[in-house]
């Protein structure tokens, strides 16, 4: 029988996602936050949340499916997917996110834009575990900021995704050391360092 670590982030790809690149988002997802990770697919497909006259996927309806499929054991989710997102007041959207809640999600979609060979590219791999610890960071109640450096700075663009580093800023650092802590004392822990 299989042995479920509690407090747990859940990496659901939604589709055919590589194993590589699932292995290096939950790297990722592992350093920024401290809570152990595990990849276990909740949901078969995002047919649900498809909208026709945009031939897009609302990813606010795909968060909620996420969040009430959620193990016992989740803290948190990121949901991975490789159709193209929107949000009704936007064009399109890298990912979304349930702010202080349990569940986000990312589009492989877009941040392939410009790259020849994505599977092989570093720099995609590098988008992906930006834009997932983004959304995530939302989740531990992180909003945007203003530090264009700053994993939680807001892009409108794939070169600001480029731009932007892979860390927090020393702001978001200490909010989000804060929300751990609020955790910590309900309870829920990240794993020992």
Same mark, same amino acid.
């Given at each position: +029988?299989?042995q479920f670590?509690?407090?747990t982030?859940i990496? /659901?790809? &939604?589709?055919? *996602?590589? !194993?590589d690149?699932? =292995? $290096?988002?939950? =790297?990722?997802?592992k @350093? $920024?936050?401290?809570y ?6 909740l949901i078969?497909?995002? @047919?649900?949340?498809y909208d $026709?006259?945009?031939d897009?996927?609302?990813?606010t ?6 969040? !009430? #499929? ?11 997917v @490789?159709? !193209?997102?929107?949000?009704? &007041?936007?064009t ?6 349930q702010?202080?809640?349990?569940a986000s *999600?990312?589009s #492989?979609y ?5 790259i020849? %060979?994505?599977f092989? /590219?570093?720099k995609?791999?590098?988008?992906l575990?930006?834009? $997932?610890a ?6 531990f109640?992180? =909003?945007h900021c203003?530090?264009q450096?700053?994993? +939680? ?6 070169e !600001?995704?480029?731009? =932007? /580093? %892979? ?11 804060d ?8 309870? &829920? ?5």
């Amino acid at each position: +029988m299989r042995q479920f670590l509690p407090n747990t982030i859940i990496i /659901s790809p &939604i589709g055919e *996602i590589e !194993d590589d690149i699932l =292995k $290096a988002i939950e =790297k990722g997802v592992k @350093d $920024a936050f401290g809570y152990p990770t595990e990849i276990t697919p909740l949901i078969e497909n995002v @047919d649900f949340a498809y909208d $026709a006259h945009r031939d897009q996927y609302h990813s606010t309806p795909i968060l909620k499916r996420l969040s !009430d #499929t959620a193990p016992a054991h989740c803290l948190k989710i990121l949901g991975i997917v @490789d159709v !193209d997102l929107f949000i009704p &007041i936007l064009t399109h959207v890298y990912g979304e996110a349930q702010l202080g809640g349990k569940a986000s *999600i990312i589009s #492989t979609y877009r941040l392939k834009k410009g790259i020849l %060979e994505p599977f092989r /590219s570093e720099k995609y791999v590098c988008r992906l575990r930006k834009e $997932a610890a983004h959304e995530l960071g939302h989740t531990f109640n992180l =909003k945007h900021c203003r530090e264009q450096s700053c994993i +939680m700075h807001y892009c409108r663009r794939i070169e !600001d995704v480029d731009h =932007k /580093s %892979e860390r927090f800023c020393r702001y978001c650092k200490i909010l989000l050391n804060d929300e751990i802590k609020r955790l910590r004392a309900k309870g &829920i822990k990240p794993l020992p360092t």
